[in-house]
């Protein structure tokens, strides 16, 4: 078992060495990831496992991918999507270009799912999606749009339950088991590392999508992030969060109008 005074040392670690600082994450969470990794790589010792995160690159960035790394799906919580179909997109498509910023992207299956919304709203042709993460590695996994064919099924079944009226099979290629999403879609994103804890905005976005990250962070932390995201946002932009996530008792929550019981709000000025 990892004690606490063991997850702190290793947190400092990654601070000192690599820049990555854990220290608001939330603590349960952390202490989680870190004991199940600790159990699948069979360490025999705390301190075997902190000289691989200082001394090896692959694994820190094993390491840092499994206590970040965040499990998604295409289309995922389809009654978000339609309510982004039906009342948010229509708002934004007078605009002469769109930005949207999927912070926290992971493994880009909600990029994709939002690329596909955009394309079938007319709209993506004037849309560019900046995609972001902390982690390299699952912004690779992203770039390249190669998802399961195994997770294809349940994909198909959100995108129909989301509103969509298309045959989903026409927007990738399958080979070997996998699926290719086109080119298309991959030509209206960007994808970057930026660190939602310390990096700044870097853009002016229309729409703002962080769903399921700000459950991991204190709430001192979640407070500056939807800060950094209210920076971000254009005037009457919008802002998702997840399922679990809100602003209510953040510094912000005033400059913010709730839309529905889906988690979107925008901006009020």
Not at 84 to 97: D, G, N, T, Y
Not at 225 to 230: Q, W
Not at 253 to 258: A, D, G, R, T
Not at 261 to 266: A, F, L, P, S, Y
Request: hydrophobic content about 40%.
């Amino acid at each position: 078992m990892i004690e606490e005074e063991e997850i702190d040392i290793l947190l400092n670690d990654l601070f000192d060495i690599y820049g990555y600082d854990f220290t608001n994450y939330s603590r349960a969470s952390l202490k989680r990831r870190i004991t199940r990794l600790y159990g699948l790589d069979k360490f025999p010792s705390f301190a075997e496992l902190r000289y691989r995160v200082r001394t090896d690159s692959t694994y820190l960035r094993r390491f840092v991918e499994e206590i970040t790394v965040n499990v998604t799906e295409m289309f995922r919580d389809p009654l978000f999507y339609k309510c982004l179909r039906a009342e948010v997109l229509p708002s934004i498509a007078a605009k002469p270009f769109i930005r949207v910023w999927h912070a926290g992207c992971s493994t880009g299956e909600e990029v994709y799912s939002m690329a596909i919304l955009l394309k079938e709203a007319n709209l993506l042709h004037k849309s560019l999606l900046y995609a972001t993460d902390l982690n390299p590695e699952v912004l690779e996994k992203a770039r390249k749009g190669i998802f399961g064919l195994n997770q294809l099924k349940q994909y198909s079944e959100n995108y129909i339950e989301s509103g969509g009226t298309k045959d989903f099979s026409s927007y990738y290629t399958a080979h070997y088991g996998q699926a290719k999403f086109d080119e298309e879609l991959a030509q209206k994103m960007v994808f970057s590392t930026h660190n939602l804890v310390s990096d700044r905005s870097f853009n002016e976005f229309d729409l703002i999508l962080c769903r399921n990250v700000l459950i991991y962070f204190d709430k001192d932390l979640q407070d500056r992030v939807l800060n950094l995201f209210y920076e971000s946002l254009s005037p009457l932009g919008y802002l998702a969060l997840g399922a679990k996530e809100t602003l209510k008792f953040s510094t912000i929550q005033s400059q913010f109008k709730p839309m529905n019981k889906e988690k979107i709000w925008r901006k009020i000025d």
